[in-house]
């Protein structure tokens, strides 16, 4: 799987990504960088 927004993340791991995501649920990630910023995205298939 792959997915791309504006803010240039990308989610990639396929049969693991799957599974940590199961379909029909949306589930909210937070990115976490170095130098204090965040983001958090939701995302389902």
Sequence with gaps: MLWKN????????????KLAVP?????TFRFVNPDGGE?????GW
């Design 6 to 17: 504006t803010a240039k993340i990308q989610l990639t791991g396929g049969a693991s990504l």
């Design 23 to 27: 379909k029909g649920t949306a589930k």
């Design 39 to 43: 983001a958090s995205q939701t995302w």
